[in-house]
């Protein structure tokens, strides 16, 4: 019965959908020839005279202020919506017609027409396009208190947002901590520490702890946050490390003893593995690049299965610094595989590296004449394959747009992720004789390989509409969002626009020939009034009801004079 009642409703609503969509025409047509054969009852003929006479007596001065006021009125709109679509990408009013009057004219759920009858290449494709948007840890984010913090010092500006932070403030609370924490003070301290919104608080907090033991996450937050050096940073991450150390060989043999146990051991996994990444890092910083490569790969071989952390982006960009290619190679050949998620650093490693067995020679004007080689071929497929995974990359790779701090988290395919990479990868380029040259010539070409509007890519899903919302979140305010597609100006933007402009043409040149502007309003008021204009309109109107209806009307409704 319930199925049967929820049937019927859905009939009867789709019946009222239709009923609205098809009929809206014929509706207004019928009440605009019901007004027709009720206009000497109505008298509209004797009111549209009085108006054409109140219209007559009215001076220039009502004209420029009619005018003046119309085009600050839409002045005034099309800056509102200007401003709102450089915030957030949309139009004011096509949002406030979507979320509001949609629904009232019959609109269909889009949740409802996704859910029935979706094949399964459309669901893996949605689900794909959802994987794309999540937020992601940036593997190569800078250091809190040595980094972030020295140019906040320098710049007055932050280069984190608050999305930004309370993403790694969840990240700490999901690695470092776990349920037994309140069972030892210390790590209760720091439990408390990591959801603390206020720095200073959270650093106090973890001196609090240090007092009381060697609490590896107490030495990790000072490293983070406190440190104003790498060299700071570096030497509280050892100390970390030898009390993680213990922890971690502790927590081992008691893991298989419960389930309680088997919680703590993997938090001390956690805090190890980020504590020796965060240490190769300092080496790298420090110019100490061969130790730094010899920790990352020690790390990767002792923990195979945390890809979370993806070490492997911190290793190919320590060998693209050693100029060692064939060992970036091997990597790319254990990491570009079709079932792992790719990224920025995976795409466009590879096609470095097939560029630069080109890129010294290449030139536009020779391969013109003669063709592409099979090696520059397969360079620009590269490149192309690289823009389609991420189209905000070249911009950055070539200069034509200025770099910011990357954020602590991106978003693959998304402006962010593009920061992130050429932040730390735009020298590895430059090194590469003749590869920004390549990139130039060939990345524009990507786009006519793919199908606009994007319903499908080309070698990957679609790029997924969300990049824009996340990366307003995660980059700074002062930074302008990379969009890709450029989105076109809004039709409303466009009207105001139009409308604006005209109503202050009107304006001028009602106030510099008010006389001239009065006798053309009069003219215009006597044609829109005058009898043979409304005979006209009204013989359209039977016309279109006629088509309308499929029904002829009376003879005399068409008796109008042309």
Not at 313 to 339: C, G, H, M, P, R
Not at 481 to 492: D, R
Not at 534 to 557: F, H, K, Q, T, Y
Request: glycine letters at 4%; one cysteine or more.
């Amino acid at each position: 019965m319930a199925e049967a009642a929820t049937g019927f409703l859905e009939q009867l609503k789709s019946c009222m959908v239709w009923s609205w969509t098809y009929l809206c025409t014929v509706w207004f047509f019928i009440v605009l020839f019901l007004v027709y054969i009720l206009r000497v009852p109505l008298k509209i003929n004797d009111n549209l005279s009085t108006v054409s006479m109140f219209l007559n007596t009215l001076t220039p001065k009502f004209y420029v202020a009619l005018t003046g006021t119309s085009s600050l009125i839409s002045g005034l709109i099309l800056i509102f919506e200007w401003w709102y679509f450089r915030k957030y990408g949309t139009s004011f009013i096509e949002q406030v017609s979507v979320s509001h009057l949609r629904p009232l004219l019959g609109g269909v759920d889009n949740n409802s027409s996704n859910n029935s009858n979706s094949s399964n290449g459309d669901s893996d494709s949605n689900r794909q396009s959802v994987s794309e948007c999540k937020v992601w840890r940036n593997p190569l984010n800078l250091f809190r208190g040595a980094e972030y913090n020295r140019y906040t010092w320098v710049t007055g500006r932050e280069p984190l947002t608050y999305y930004d932070m309370n993403l790694s403030a969840q990240d700490h609370q999901t690695f470092f901590t776990c349920d037994s924490d309140h069972l030892r003070p210390a790590d209760a301290i720091m439990q408390k520490a990591w959801r603390e919104r206020n720095p200073q608080a959270r650093i106090s907090a973890a001196h609090e702890a240090l007092e009381i033991n060697e609490c590896a996450t107490a030495y990790i937050l000072l490293a983070e946050e406190e440190a104003t050096t790498i060299a700071e940073a570096e030497k509280l991450f050892k100390q970390a490390l030898k009390a993680g150390d213990g922890c971690y060989r502790r927590s081992q043999q008691l893991q298989h003893h419960g389930s309680q146990y088997e919680a703590q051991h993997r938090r001390d996994t956690n805090v190890l593995v980020y504590i020796k990444r965060r240490l190769a890092m300092c080496a790298r910083r420090l110019g100490r690049t061969r130790e730094a490569v010899k920790m990352m790969r020690d790390l990767m071989k002792e923990f195979p299965l945390l890809s979370m952390f993806n070490i492997h982006e911190n290793l190919l960009e320590a060998l693209l610094e050693l100029q060692a290619y064939a060992d970036v190679q091997a990597v790319l050949a254990k990491y570009d595989d079709i079932s792992l998620p790719k990224s920025a650093t995976i795409c466009y490693t590879a096609a470095l590296l097939k560029a630069r067995a080109v890129s010294d020679k290449f030139s536009p004007e020779a391969a013109s004449r003669r063709g592409l080689s099979t090696a520059e071929m397969n360079a620009v497929e590269a490149i192309h394959r690289a823009v389609e995974f991420n189209p905000h990359v070249p911009k950055y790779l070539l200069e034509m747009k200025s770099l910011i701090l990357p954020p602590e988290h991106i978003l693959k395919r998304g402006d962010s992720e593009a920061i992130a990479y050429a932040f730390f990868h735009l020298a590895h380029w430059k090194r590469v004789e003749g590869a920004l040259n390549l990139l130039h010539c060939t990345w524009e070409g990507t786009f006519r390989m793919i199908p606009y509007p994007l319903e499908k890519g080309h070698l990957f899903y679609p790029y997924p509409i969300c990049t824009e919302t996340a990366d307003r979140e995660l980059l700074p305010s002062f930074h302008e969002v990379s969009v890709y597609p450029k989105k076109e100006l809004p039709f409303f933007i466009l009207f105001t626009a139009g409308l604006c402009s005209f109503t202050a043409m009107l304006a001028l040149l009602t106030h510099q020939f008010p006389e001239l502007m009065g006798v053309f309003a009069k003219a215009m008021i006597d044609i829109f009034c005058s009898t043979e204009f409304r005979d006209w309109i009204c013989g359209s109107i039977c016309m279109s009801v006629e088509d309308e209806l499929e029904i002829p009307l009376a003879p005399n409704c068409h008796h109008f004079q042309i």
